[in-house]
């Protein structure tokens, strides 16, 4: 559904994006992510064929960029970082005027702009100026509006940014909602936990250029190695002359612990329970020591500006 290759854009002498090769398919949320000025949004108005590449090629749900720009923007929702919302029309006629762009019928325009207003708590709200709305009201609108003419592709820039928690919550659960009816989202994010709530994918970018991308899991091990884990112990146990399994190696220990790193989870770590069991070792917990994807991502910057990242 989202298919680049070598995608760059140049303004002058600046390269903003360079050599961004993406794949996305159905059903799946890829998260971008990098700092203010790290090439995202360009990205995404290159894949809205509102910006034409310099280099490289896109292709949104199955229309090329460059060729096919009408097609591609009948078929994408976005949500930018600067809404453009008309402060001075209600939420009604907002809804409808954008329904009447996307070629909705009058009775199709006003049963979908019913919905998703309901939907998103607005109703009540629907026949007050957009002006008179908070900053939170004004983004559920605004995702509102991207939804629309029913998108199968999401380009989403901050999608929760100045909600409440419980408005925000709401946001994520239709995001995942949207992606289990086949949607495929990118979604542009500085709030990490967010991301790894929803994303299937991420990529990473610093001064135009993709650093690594992949799942989490993908991202964790291709990062920090192989996973680790502690076994802690109810009391003292003497681990000395333990013998792990195979794939295991011990990297400290303990009167009450010891921390190892597993190469194959799945077929190492019940050898270990169970040898542990046979010594009758008092095993309290066993557990991953957790790798989130913020020292994912602050490992990756630190290492692209040549510093050390103190995990």
Not at 65 to 80: C, E, I, Y
Not at 107 to 126: D, H, I, V
Request: with cysteine.
């Amino acid at each position: 559904m989202i298919e680049t290759k070598d995608l760059s854009k140049q303004f002058h002498d600046f390269m903003a994006v360079e050599g961004v090769d993406l794949s996305v398919q159905s059903g799946q949320i890829l998260a971008l992510l990098g700092q203010n000025g790290a090439g995202k949004t360009t990205t995404v108005r290159m894949l809205t064929a509102l910006l034409q590449p310099t280099r490289g090629s896109a292709r949104v749900a199955g229309f090329d960029v460059t060729k096919n720009g009408h097609d591609v923007r009948a078929s994408v929702g976005v949500l930018t970082e600067h809404h453009g919302l008309y402060m001075r029309m209600t939420a009604v006629e907002y809804m409808d005027f954008f329904g009447q762009v996307y070629g909705l019928s009058p009775s199709g325009r006003k049963a979908r702009l019913e919905n998703l207003l309901e939907y998103f708590g607005l109703a009540e709200a629907s026949k007050r100026r957009i002006g008179e709305y908070s900053k939170g009201m004004r983004q559920k609108l605004a995702l509102a509006r991207a939804l629309m003419h029913d998108p199968g592709v999401l380009l989403l820039d901050e999608p929760t940014s100045a909600m409440d928690p419980e408005s925000a919550r709401l946001v994520r659960d239709e995001i995942a909602r949207l992606k289990s009816a086949r949607r495929t989202i990118m979604l542009c994010s500085h709030n990490l936990t967010e991301v790894e709530l929803l994303a299937d994918k991420i990529a990473i970018i610093y001064r135009g250029r993709i650093l690594i991308q992949g799942s989490l899991e993908e991202l964790k091990r291709e990062v920090f190695g192989a996973p680790e884990y502690v076994a802690q112990f109810a009391r003292e146990w003497n681990a000395d002359g333990f013998e792990l399994p195979g794939g295991m190696e011990m990297l400290e220990k303990t009167a009450t612990s010891f921390k190892v790193r597993v190469e194959a989870p799945g077929v190492s770590n019940p050898l270990l329970m169970k040898k542990l069991a046979e010594e009758s070792a008092p095993v309290l917990s066993f557990h991953e020591e957790a790798r989130t994807l913020e020292q994912v991502y602050l490992k990756v910057m630190a290492a692209a500006r040549g510093k050390d990242y103190a995990q």
